[in-house]
């Protein structure tokens, strides 16, 4: 097909483009089901313990909204569980992420017209990335086989935990090829891709806590793979809706690149202002525009994200009077409230996370300001780079208050309004979400410091990133030592309001935090610009 | 005079490698100077340490009477920059980014700004991704010329316009230079030098090979001559300034040194001269000459 001529060059420049970031996913994302299995077959080796386990976490909705539904009390099956759909997420990201990087970046920046001009086909480019993101999903899908299988889990389930990554890549490929299609700029198809894995994720939590609208769940290729039942008498058939849908999504895609200019987008550009309004005359107002859009999408985003929750807090309730042994057992453990004071704690942690991705991304603004070498057309005007620095890294500091207090406020509404004391829950949630604020605050500073001091790894703030969030998550099920869970700065926040608020944590991160900043600023203010 | 730009012995490494190597670079203030050089000479990362971007790793600098890394932000009231590969925000039209740019530096002659968006041809209205190269060097030209300073630094600025452009650029900075602006113009397009410079600043591999006057330039060097003559010219072979002699049949083709032309005059006319071409070296000959054998220079 000469549509596809050049395809094999081209996945050979994005392997080699790509040589460190896929080989980093395909691994972090193999091992981490495997070693969670592992983990797992050392912790809970009598049946006895794996019931207790399962019992502690179907009783409770805040896992099954982040994690799905637990089907069988297996170690494959707790693996299935715990990993699943976390994963399915991060898989999801994962390509869309790869997906938009090697084709709508690549048409914004120009690349795509210098290759387009060697013998390269009107297609190449798409289907040289989806093979090379497919590729990565069957290694992940293979590391997870083998590794599943290697200990001594059942075939069946290791095949269907593998395949099932695999399929979520090539379904989210899918999604990522589609939204590079719609706008010219490769930020707003970022923004529009990772959006639709969010929306996915959302729909399928929505549909695993309440029971009319299970239905949910069979909307969202995420939810598919708690439904393929790995380990639990797998559903083979699943994987005809991964097919289906990926199948169909790519091509309509097709369909839009075939008619469409190289370079446009299917949503054509509008002209804009030919004046500068007065707001844009100083670089805090450059900076307010350029990070508004994401600031505002982010904010929505967790908005919605708290109102589940908030909807989901209510659930327990519910279970409970549906059961009135489990209500006894919750009466001594220190009643109800306990109970959904632990939920909300435990969903402004996962918020928090989400809030530290955003103030990192803020921050890193200033990377790509940098590598696009438009900082220079700012630095060369009468802007000290502190001022420059501090219009960015503001975003970084106060944009996750903002989304912290929205979600947590909308959250505790919620919660409030079906509960019947909106005036009651509303503060509670949003002083629990508050105090996550000082340990985002030190992903923000570790974040502008390497900016600062060591540019060319700034991005090892999402390492970092990453690191919290599988302490943060798989620590305690995983019976991490205790100065491991301690590296992370979520550790250290209380469980407000479950547990009493104890100042001298805040302290210390808000210390840490500051300390960063200052480091950041200093380095930035010292080095080079554009770096070497 | 004082001078707007004066650097001596500068030196900026990355790494292992040097990318300046002891560079000299004096600039009066009013002047037009140009900045000649291949890519990879060193003429950007020069700019960039006067802009206070990079710090000097060795040498003299001082701009506008200051220091570039410490009063960075008080010289840049002073001066406006066009980079060589201008990038803009993908979401800001282009009228947007010059008046963000000016308000930036302190402040726009509106008039002006006008004038050049006309004389330009440029659409102020399109969003930054959709303009092409040239259109996005038109934007920061215009943001430039356009702001209210005593010095213009500007990085191959007609690098992406089209020869009528140029034209418009061209009749710009002397507007510019009849106003007493100093403008540093770094090109590696000699016509444009030619055409816009008082002073030139020639550099290679980071040194500062040759710096004057064109005229004074041009005394260095040798005059082209190309004459149809009736005789054997081969006694043309045995003059001293003579160099790359080239003969076919009467066709003679060759270089003088300037002093060496009555003696070469000389020695022509004795060989019947038909017909007699001979012009100064252009820029680009003493470009060529700096670059392709500047290493055994005589």
Same mark, same amino acid.
């Given at each position: 097909?000469?549509?596809?001529?050049?395809?094999?060059?081209?996945?050979?420049?994005?392997?080699?483009?790509?040589?460190?970031?896929? @080989?980093?996913?395909?691994?972090?994302?193999?091992?981490?089901?495997?070693?969670?299995?592992?983990?797992?077959?050392?912790?809970?080796?009598?049946?006895?313990?794996?019931?207790?386990? *399962?019992?502690?976490?179907?009783?409770? +909705?805040?896992?099954?909204?982040?994690?799905?539904?637990?089907?069988?009390?297996? /170690?494959?099956?707790?693996?299935?569980?715990?990993?699943?759909?976390?994963?399915?997420?991060?898989?999801?990201?994962?390509?869309?992420?790869?997906?938009?990087?090697?084709?709508?970046?690549?048409?914004?920046?120009?690349?795509? %017209?210098?290759?387009?001009?060697?013998?390269?086909?009107?297609?190449?480019?798409?289907?040289?990335?989806?093979?090379?993101?497919?590729?990565?999903?069957?290694? /992940?899908?293979?590391?997870?086989?083998?590794?599943?299988?290697?200990?001594?889990?059942?075939?069946?389930?290791?095949?269907?935990?593998? *395949?099932?990554?695999?399929? =979520?890549?090539?379904?989210? $490929?899918?999604?990522?090829?589609?939204? *590079?299609?719609?706008?010219?700029?490769?930020?707003?198809?970022?923004?529009?891709?990772?959006?639709?894995?969010?929306?996915?994720?959302?729909?399928?939590?929505?549909?695993?806590?309440?029971?009319?609208?299970?239905?949910?769940?069979?909307?969202? +290729?995420?939810?598919?793979?708690?439904?393929?039942? @790995?380990?639990?008498?797998?559903?083979?058939? =699943?994987?005809?809706?991964?097919?289906?849908?990926?199948?169909?999504?790519?091509? /309509?895609?097709?369909? =839009?690149?075939?008619?469409?200019?190289?370079?446009?987008?299917?949503?054509?550009?509008?002209?804009?202002?030919?004046?500068?309004?007065?707001?844009?005359?100083?670089?805090?107002?450059?900076?307010?525009?350029?990070?508004?859009?994401?600031?505002?999408?982010?904010?929505?985003?967790?908005?919605?994200?708290?109102?589940?929750?908030?909807? &989901?807090?209510?659930?327990?309730?519910?279970?409970?009077?549906?059961?009135?042994?489990?209500?006894?057992?919750?009466?001594?453990?220190?009643?109800?409230?306990?109970?959904?004071?632990?939920?909300?704690?435990? $969903?402004?942690?996962?918020?928090?996370?989400? &809030?530290?991705?955003?103030? /990192?991304?803020?921050?890193?603004?200033?990377?790509?300001?940098?590598?696009?070498?438009?900082?220079?057309?700012?630095? &060369?005007?009468?802007?000290?780079?502190?001022?420059?620095?501090?219009?960015?890294?503001?975003?970084?500091?106060?944009? @996750?208050?903002?989304?912290?207090?929205?979600?947590?406020?909308?959250?505790?509404?919620?919660?409030? &309004?079906?509960?019947?004391?909106?005036?009651? %829950?509303?503060?509670?949630?949003?002083?629990?979400?508050?105090?996550?604020? +000082?340990? =985002?605050?030190?992903?923000?500073?570790?974040?502008?410091?390497?900016?600062?001091?060591?540019?060319?790894? $700034?991005?090892?703030?999402?390492?970092?990133?990453?690191?919290?969030?599988?302490?943060?998550?798989?620590?305690?099920?995983?019976?991490?030592?205790?100065?491991?869970?301690?590296?992370?700065?979520?550790?250290?926040?209380?469980?407000?309001?479950?547990?009493?608020?104890?100042?001298? +944590?805040?302290?210390?991160?808000?210390?840490?935090?500051?300390?960063?900043?200052?480091?950041?600023?200093?380095?930035?203010?010292?080095?080079?610009?554009?770096?070497? | 005079?004082?001078?707007?730009?004066?650097?001596?012995?500068?030196?900026?490494?990355?790494?292992?490698?040097?990318?300046?190597?002891?560079?000299?670079?004096?600039?009066?203030?009013?002047?037009?100077?140009?900045?000649?050089?291949?890519?990879?000479?060193?003429?950007?990362?020069?700019?960039?340490?006067?802009?206070?971007?990079?710090?000097?790793?060795?040498?003299?600098?001082?701009?506008?009477?200051?220091?570039?890394?410490?009063?960075?932000?008080?010289?840049?009231?002073?001066?406006?920059?066009?980079?060589?590969?201008?990038?803009?925000?993908?979401?800001?039209?282009?009228?947007?980014?010059?008046?963000?740019?000016?308000?930036?530096?302190?402040?726009?002659?509106?008039?002006?700004?006008?004038?050049?968006?006309?004389?330009?041809?440029?659409?102020?209205?399109?969003?930054?991704? #959709?303009?092409?190269?040239?259109?996005?060097?038109?934007?920061?030209?215009?943001?430039?010329?356009?702001?209210?300073?005593?010095?213009?630094?500007?990085?191959?600025?007609?690098?992406?316009?089209?020869?009528?452009?140029?034209?418009?650029?061209?009749?710009?900075?002397?507007?510019?230079?009849?106003?007493?602006?100093?403008?540093?113009?770094?090109?590696?397009?000699?016509?444009?030098?030619?055409?816009?410079?008082?002073?030139?600043?020639?550099?290679?591999?980071?040194? #500062?090979?040759?710096?004057?006057?064109?005229?004074?330039?041009?005394?260095?060097?040798?005059?082209?001559?190309?004459?149809?003559?009736?005789?054997?010219?081969?006694?043309?072979?045995?003059?001293?300034?003579?160099?790359?002699?080239?003969?076919?049949?009467?066709?003679?083709?060759?270089?003088?040194?300037?002093?060496?032309?009555?003696?070469?005059?000389?020695?022509?006319?004795?060989?019947?001269?038909?017909?007699?071409?001979?012009?100064?070296?252009?820029?680009?000959?003493?470009?060529?000459?700096?670059?392709?054998?500047?290493?055994?220079?005589?």
């Amino acid at each position: 097909m000469k549509s596809l001529s050049g395809i094999g060059a081209l996945i050979r420049l994005f392997l080699r483009l790509d040589r460190v970031r896929l @080989p980093v996913w395909a691994l972090v994302l193999g091992a981490v089901p495997v070693g969670t299995a592992s983990a797992f077959q050392g912790l809970y080796t009598t049946e006895a313990s794996r019931l207790e386990l *399962a019992a502690t976490v179907t009783s409770n +909705p805040a896992f099954t909204a982040l994690l799905g539904p637990l089907y069988d009390p297996s /170690i494959g099956g707790l693996t299935a569980w715990r990993i699943g759909t976390l994963g399915s997420f991060i898989v999801g990201l994962m390509a869309v992420l790869t997906m938009i990087r090697h084709t709508r970046d690549d048409e914004e920046t120009g690349r795509r %017209e210098l290759m387009g001009s060697t013998v390269v086909g009107r297609h190449a480019p798409l289907a040289a990335a989806l093979t090379i993101t497919v590729a990565t999903g069957v290694i /992940i899908g293979v590391i997870i086989t083998v590794g599943l299988a290697g200990l001594g889990l059942p075939i069946e389930g290791s095949i269907a935990f593998g *395949a099932g990554f695999t399929a =979520v890549t090539i379904s989210f $490929a899918a999604v990522g090829a589609f939204a *590079a299609q719609l706008t010219q700029a490769g930020s707003t198809a970022r923004g529009m891709g990772v959006g639709i894995v969010g929306l996915f994720f959302v729909l399928r939590m929505a549909g695993d806590v309440s029971d009319g609208l299970g239905w949910l769940s069979w909307l969202s +290729p995420i939810g598919w793979f708690s439904r393929l039942r @790995p380990f639990a008498g797998e559903r083979w058939w =699943v994987f005809a809706l991964w097919i289906g849908f990926s199948v169909a999504l790519t091509t /309509i895609t097709l369909v =839009v690149q075939s008619r469409r200019d190289v370079g446009e987008g299917a949503l054509p550009p509008r002209p804009g202002p030919a004046r500068a309004a007065a707001g844009l005359g100083t670089t805090s107002g450059l900076a307010w525009r350029l990070q508004r859009g994401s600031l505002v999408g982010w904010t929505a985003g967790l908005g919605v994200l708290g109102i589940i929750y908030g909807a &989901a807090g209510d659930s327990i309730g519910e279970m409970l009077a549906d059961n009135p042994q489990l209500a006894e057992i919750f009466e001594q453990m220190g009643g109800t409230q306990t109970i959904t004071d632990t939920f909300f704690a435990a $969903a402004v942690g996962i918020i928090a996370i989400v &809030a530290s991705a955003y103030s /990192i991304r803020s921050v890193l603004k200033l990377k790509t300001e940098e590598d696009s070498l438009r900082s220079e057309l700012v630095l &060369a005007t009468a802007t000290p780079r502190p001022r420059y620095a501090w219009s960015h890294l503001l975003y970084g500091l106060a944009g @996750p208050v903002v989304i912290l207090a929205v979600a947590g406020a909308l959250a505790g509404a919620t919660y409030g &309004a079906i509960v019947g004391d909106v005036a009651g %829950e509303t503060p509670r949630v949003l002083v629990s979400a508050m105090s996550q604020v +000082p340990a =985002v605050w030190v992903l923000t500073g570790a974040t502008i410091a390497l900016y600062g001091a060591f540019p060319r790894l $700034a991005s090892l703030s999402w390492g970092v990133l990453a690191f919290c969030l599988i302490l943060g998550q798989l620590g305690q099920i995983l019976q991490f030592p205790q100065w491991s869970l301690n590296l992370s700065p979520f550790t250290h926040v209380p469980m407000i309001p479950a547990e009493e608020f104890v100042a001298a +944590p805040f302290a210390i991160l808000l210390a840490l935090a500051a300390g960063l900043v200052i480091a950041g600023i200093a380095g930035f203010r010292a080095r080079d610009t554009p770096y070497s | 005079m004082s001078n707007a730009i004066s650097i001596s012995g500068l030196e900026k490494h990355f790494g292992h490698v040097a990318a300046l190597d002891g560079l000299d670079l004096e600039v009066a203030t009013g002047e037009v100077h140009g900045f000649l050089g291949p890519n990879g000479a060193g003429k950007t990362t020069t700019i960039r340490v006067l802009l206070g971007l990079l710090r000097s790793d060795g040498g003299e600098v001082s701009l506008l009477g200051g220091d570039p890394w410490k009063e960075a932000t008080e010289l840049h009231r002073r001066l406006a920059y066009v980079p060589g590969d201008v990038s803009l925000w993908p979401n800001l039209t282009g009228g947007e980014v010059i008046d963000l740019l000016g308000r930036l530096r302190g402040g726009l002659d509106e008039s002006r700004r006008a004038d050049l968006l006309e004389r330009f041809d440029l659409d102020p209205t399109k969003k930054g991704r #959709t303009y092409s190269k040239g259109n996005r060097q038109k934007v920061a030209l215009v943001a430039a010329l356009s702001s209210n300073v005593e010095l213009l630094i500007l990085d191959e600025p007609t690098a992406g316009l089209d020869p009528l452009m140029e034209a418009q650029f061209r009749s710009a900075i002397e507007e510019d230079r009849e106003k007493g602006r100093t403008v540093l113009l770094a090109s590696h397009i000699l016509a444009e030098v030619e055409a816009l410079c008082d002073r030139v600043s020639i550099v290679r591999k980071g040194r #500062t090979v040759e710096s004057g006057t064109l005229h004074q330039l041009r005394h260095l060097t040798r005059t082209t001559v190309i004459a149809e003559v009736n005789a054997d010219p081969s006694a043309l072979r045995s003059l001293t300034g003579v160099h790359g002699l080239k003969m076919q049949d009467h066709r003679v083709e060759l270089e003088v040194d300037g002093d060496r032309m009555a003696e070469l005059m000389t020695s022509l006319a004795p060989l019947g001269v038909r017909t007699l071409v001979s012009h100064p070296p252009t820029l680009e000959e003493l470009f060529m000459r700096h670059y392709q054998d500047g290493e055994n220079r005589e």
